[in-house]
């Protein structure tokens, strides 16, 4: 099968269980709305960004290591790619635990001194229960986009999403914001549960053994790719909870409830280029070094077509926030229209840039992507400090399109040269 079929296949697979994923996520959210109000939602925006940071923290560019290099497994061998699989399924878990035991130990610093919110201290225990089950969900996940194993990871994640939804409003139903984070835990736990389930079969058939020999030298070697690759999310757990926090001490918690809103409206614009990213980086890395044609083919098909809908969707979902808004969350959320358009905009430029930045990864170019979203942090954080103050949410979000711009320009041409001199 060509690399643009496998690319194909897989995406219909991903993009299914997207749309359920989002499906689940447009019942759940608008409830959680109304169960909460605004200050609790934004209570509960801030813990879940502190759960996902933590899970980003414990990576360590694993992930990426894992997802671009196993995906090359017919050339690498059967025992190269266990040790990969194994050696990186420990280093994630275990920096996945100190993470989490980091914000046990110290949830009152975190809290009051970072994160400026010290409502959130209480929920740091079971936040960090949340990490380590998602730290554990995360390697079956790695294996199953590097085997090329969309199928499966499709009904992983939409048993996970429809499981997830239900636990966490039946849930809120009962305990309002306990049952809210409680259903978060849970749902971790259902994802560590069933995606093993799933993968292990598939390792089987694959012959593939998870393996932790020659444990330092394969540490380092997926250190040197995943490294550089992991330092801007690194760097942006640093930078993009305090700014959270910032936000909330200068507008009041309630900004970051609306911006939970404008977040959940943009991902109709993003929820197409995500779900197909894991597709995209498998199918160019397997076929990089096979056919440089069908490479560059894919890729100009992936990037024309993609883009195009995406300004079509974002155009059409502004033109309907004034509706969709109050009717989907309820008066009391009509401060988050302006910040939906906002987030619509800066998500679809977000998107392109990952788009490119996919483009990166798959040609193993990771040095690059940190240099760029190192430097890309900074332009958020400056313009971030200058315009929270005055604008509060609507300020964070315009530091991160600009941003997100920065980023879009400067992976121009590491990503598509080669269009570019083709054309």
């Known amino acids: 099968m060509s690399s643009l079929k496998k690319a194909v296949k897989g995406s219909i697979w991903l993009v299914f269980s997207t749309l359920i994923a989002r499906f689940s996520g447009f019942i759940v959210l608008p409830i959680l709305a109304r169960l909460l109000g605004p ?8 813990l879940v960004n502190t759960v996902q940071t933590a899970d980003n923290l414990s990576r360590l560019g ?3 290591a894992i997802h671009r290099n196993g995906a090359q497994y017919e050339k690498n061998g059967v025992v190269a ?7 990186g399924a420990c280093m994630t878990v275990m920096a996945g635990v100190v993470v989490a035991l980091c914000l046990f130990i110290w949830k009152e610093p975190i809290a009051t001194k970072w994160l400026g919110e010290e409502s959130v201290k209480p929920w740091f225990p079971l936040a960090a229960v949340a990490v380590v089950f998602y730290v554990v969900s995360n390697p079956p996940w790695y294996y199953l986009l590097a085997l090329q194993e969309f199928r499966l990871s499709s009904l992983r994640s939409s048993v996970v999403a429809v499981v997830g939804a239900i636990i966490t409003l039946s849930l809120t139903w009962q305990f309002e914001l306990k049952g809210a984070f409680g259903g978060l835990a849970i749902a971790a736990l259902v994802q560590a549960v069933w995606g093993w389930w799933l993968t292990l079969p598939i390792l089987r058939k694959n012959k593939i053994s998870l393996r932790l020999d020659r444990f330092a030298s394969e540490a ?19 930078i993009s909870l305090p700014l959270f926090g910032y936000v909330s001490r200068t507008g009041g918690i309630e900004q970051l409830g609306y911006l939970r809103v404008a977040q959940s409206l943009s991902q109709l614009v993003a929820f197409l280029p995500t779900a197909i990213a894991p597709v995209i980086i498998s199918t160019l890395s397997a076929s990089l070094s096979s056919d440089g044609v069908e490479y560059r083919q894919t890729k100009s098909l992936h990037l024309r077509s993609l883009w195009m809908l995406i300004l079509i969707i974002s155009t059409l979902i502004c033109f309907s926030l004034d509706y969709l808004v109050p009717s989907l969350f309820g008066e009391s959320y009509t401060q988050a229209i ?7 905009w800066i998500t679809a430029i977000v998107s392109l840039s990952g788009m490119l930045s996919q483009y990166v990864i798959s040609a193993g170019k990771t040095k690059v992507i940190a240099v760029i979203q190192t430097v890309a942090l900074g332009v958020n954080l400056l313009l971030a400090l200058w315009l929270i103050p005055e604008l509060s949410a609507a300020g964070l979000l315009a530091a991160q399109g600009g941003a997100a711009l920065f980023t879009t320009i400067a992976y121009i041409k590491p990503a598509i040269s080669d269009l570019i001199r083709e054309n």
């Open 39 to 46: 200050t609790d939602l934004g209570t509960y925006n801030l």
């Open 62 to 64: 694993v992930d990426a």
């Open 81 to 87: 790619v266990g040790r990969l699989f194994g050696v």
């Open 220 to 238: 380092c070697s997926i250190l040197s790719f995943g490294l550089p690759f992991y330092t801007s999310n690194f760097l942006s757990g640093f």
């Open 338 to 344: 302006f910040l939906s358009r906002l987030t619509v």
